[in-house]
């Protein structure tokens, strides 16, 4: 997503939703890329250009989180900056100050915004879904140094042994494992709480939806049921605890 935010802000748009609108479109054209050989996760393997939701849109969050983009705006924000700040560039250019090169106000665009490794020219021919030793190297630093996730469990798992990661089966496995910090452990702890909850919730979901016909969701709405977390801790957990750690604010969650 930054090498092509990156390659797309040396041109020139009239609105921001042309911006959106191209970023959009190059997302489409590196499905078919990323999918030649298979690989798996690729969003819009089965959906190609009919895809709604896009990539962007999906790892937004973990850009600003992770701080490769710099800024807490949104997608569309971004857009609206980089157009506005163009075209102010230009006036200013056009109001006779040439003296400023052209070079030297693209270079100071592109770090604007972003902060990652710098691409190859020829990026799209070799990107596949598997990180190099340097991307990954780079996105493990990002992740123990930005602001926003250097003290959370993912950041504390990357300083652990290898040997014991590659040993965690599920979730669940890592306070069997490690011996967590305190305020990660209560996080981690409510996570955990939070799965059982929200999978239940699903479950009836499609109970209710197939009028109890679904043998399967029936079944796995049992099992649910007789689940320690339902016999021992459904009566006093509260999902609003959990809304309220992470700081959302949407009034129709907080009812």
Same mark, same amino acid.
């Given at each position: 997503?930054?090498?092509?935010?990156?390659?797309?802000?040396?041109?020139?748009?009239?609105?921001?939703?042309?911006?959106?609108?191209?970023?959009?479109?190059?997302?489409?054209?590196?499905?078919?890329?990323?999918?030649?050989?298979?690989?798996?996760?690729?969003?819009?393997?089965?959906?190609?250009?009919?895809?709604?939701?896009?990539?962007?849109?999906?790892?937004?969050?973990?850009?600003?989180?992770?701080?490769?983009?710099?800024?807490?705006?949104?997608?569309?924000?971004?857009?609206?900056?980089?157009?506005?700040?163009?075209?102010? &560039?230009?006036?200013?250019?056009? +109001?006779?100050? !040439?003296?400023? $090169?052209?070079? @030297?106000?693209?270079? *100071?665009?592109?770090? #604007?915004?972003?902060?990652?490794?710098?691409?190859?020219?020829?990026?799209?021919?070799?990107?596949?879904?598997?990180?190099?030793?340097?991307?990954?190297?780079?996105?493990?630093?990002?992740?123990?140094?930005?602001?926003?996730?250097?003290?959370?469990?993912?950041?504390?798992?990357?300083? &652990?042994?290898?040997?014991?990661? +590659?040993?965690? !089966?599920?979730? $669940?496995?890592? @306070?069997?494992?490690? *011996?967590?910090?305190? #305020?990660?452990?209560?996080?981690?702890?409510?996570?955990?709480?939070?799965?059982?909850?929200?999978?239940?919730?699903?479950?009836?979901?499609?109970?209710?939806?197939?009028?109890?016909?679904?043998?399967?969701?029936?079944?796995?709405?049992?099992?649910?049921?007789?689940?320690?977390?339902?016999?021992?801790?459904?009566?006093?957990?509260?999902?609003?605890?959990?809304?309220?750690?992470?700081?959302?604010?949407?009034?129709?969650?907080?009812?």
């Amino acid at each position: 997503i930054p090498y092509i935010a990156m390659e797309l802000e040396r041109n020139q748009y009239s609105s921001y939703k042309e911006f959106l609108d191209q970023l959009h479109e190059e997302e489409i054209k590196l499905i078919p890329v990323l999918n030649k050989n298979g690989e798996e996760g690729v969003i819009g393997s089965r959906a190609g250009s009919k895809l709604k939701r896009k990539p962007s849109s999906i790892y937004w969050n973990g850009l600003r989180t992770f701080e490769f983009f710099k800024y807490n705006l949104t997608l569309e924000q971004y857009a609206r900056a980089f157009v506005s700040k163009q075209r102010r &560039q230009h006036t200013y250019r056009s +109001l006779g100050n !040439e003296g400023v $090169e052209e070079a @030297s106000l693209f270079e *100071e665009y592109i770090g #604007e915004f972003w902060q990652c490794l710098i691409s190859n020219s020829n990026w799209r021919e070799h990107i596949t879904m598997n990180l190099t030793n340097q991307e990954a190297e780079y996105l493990k630093e990002k992740i123990l140094k930005a602001k926003k996730s250097k003290d959370s469990l993912l950041a504390y798992l990357l300083k &652990q042994d290898r040997d014991l990661l +590659l040993s965690l !089966e599920c979730f $669940e496995d890592v @306070s069997r494992i490690f *011996e967590l910090p305190e #305020e990660i452990n209560r996080t981690y702890q409510m996570a955990v709480d939070f799965n059982e909850f929200i999978t239940g919730a699903n479950i009836r979901y499609n109970v209710i939806l197939s009028n109890g016909k679904n043998e399967l969701a029936v079944a796995k709405w049992q099992n649910w049921l007789a689940s320690s977390f339902v016999k021992e801790q459904f009566v006093h957990f509260s999902y609003l605890d959990v809304i309220r750690h992470l700081d959302i604010n949407n009034p129709k969650l907080l009812r």
